[in-house]
């Protein structure tokens, strides 16, 4: 038997530590024993409003405990960075071989767990852009998980990326992560207005925020929509603004086009060379989670939140 975190939404503390049975890897599997894995906003907020139990958890790092029978994969031994569509908050997880990555020895296991959902987010919208040299990017949730990573990719990609953020603070933490300026206010549309046009947006407000977005991208330009944390409802005038792309971005539909294991490897390189901040704000025993959870849903910080087992 092993641990795994549930959560039973109707519950007063509805995620739990409970006993399940030990994993058992198909020929194209590998077994993880977990060290560590980040909690994103969108699946704790998914978990907690579904109507059953249910076992979540998307990011995670770990050791190779048993390769894939295949012969693909990490070696034993190996250690290794992944994410699953469900159930990877375990002492032990079966994963898709192809689907990791190993971990560079100059970061931690805590480094490495940010970054499956989050970055490979920020990395597949950039890519919409095309060659973002020398281009005007906008990027809201310039201070989450994805928005952090995005800023530092796209100035790693030459872009002049402008950020968004609600107060000053955060609106430093933008700049810290990459942001070349930051537009600073609780409604910001007037000065997204003002301050444009871009020639590349990406959005994970969504509502009125969006709405406002894309009359703002220059004739071709692209707007990447990723989230919606005010409103997953948008009016859009599309009267005079031909040739202007809105793209509806799922993961799981990008991880189909893309090399998730290469790219993850990519990644943590990144960090290993410190050309890449994970931005984690919390780091607690797996313990805690019901804590932290809470604290997430809250905004009680900002950054990405990690627990060990």
């Not at 050791?63 to 469900?86: C, D, H, M």
């Not at 002049?160 to 070349?180: H, N, T």
Request: with cysteine.
């Amino acid at each position: 038997m092993i641990r795994a975190i549930f959560v039973n939404p109707h519950n007063k503390n509805p995620f739990t530590i409970q006993e399940v049975e030990t994993p058992q890897a198909q020929p194209w599997e590998t077994i993880v024993e977990v060290k560590a894995f980040s909690l994103n906003r969108g699946e704790v907020v998914d978990a907690i409003q579904r109507q059953e139990t249910c076992r979540p958890g998307w990011d995670f790092s770990g050791v190779v405990r048993q390769e894939a029978l295949n012969g693909v994969g990490p070696k034993k031994g190996s250690r290794v960075v992944g994410l699953l569509l469900t159930g990877a908050w375990a002492e032990q997880i079966a994963v898709p071989a192809l689907t990791l990555a190993e971990i560079p020895d100059e970061i931690t296991f805590e480094q490495a767990a940010s970054l499956p959902v989050a970055g490979l987010s920020a990395l597949y919208a950039l890519r919409k852009g095309g060659l973002l040299l020398g281009k005007r990017v906008l990027i809201t949730g310039s201070t989450g998980g994805v928005g952090a990573f995005a800023h530092q990719l796209g100035a790693l990609s030459g872009a002049y990326s402008i950020g968004v953020a609600r107060s000053e603070s955060k609106a430093k933490q933008a700049m810290a992560f990459g942001a070349d300026e930051v537009l600073v206010g609780e409604d910001v549309t007037k000065a997204i207005a003002t301050n444009g046009p871009y020639d590349f947006i990406i959005d994970s407000v969504g509502g009125d925020t969006l709405a406002a977005l894309f009359p703002q991208l220059i004739p071709q330009g692209v707007c990447v929509s990723l989230g919606h944390s005010s409103s997953d409802t948008s009016s859009l005038h599309m009267i005079g603004l031909g040739g202007r792309t809105l793209y509806s971005f799922f993961l799981g539909e990008e991880m189909n086009r893309h090399a998730p294991s290469q790219d993850l490897a990519m990644l943590t390189r990144l960090v290993g060379a410190g050309k890449l901040q994970t931005g984690i704000a919390v780091q607690e025993s797996w313990e805690q989670i019901d804590s932290v959870a809470r604290q997430l849903i809250n905004r009680d910080f900002t950054g990405k939140a990690v627990l060990t087992i």
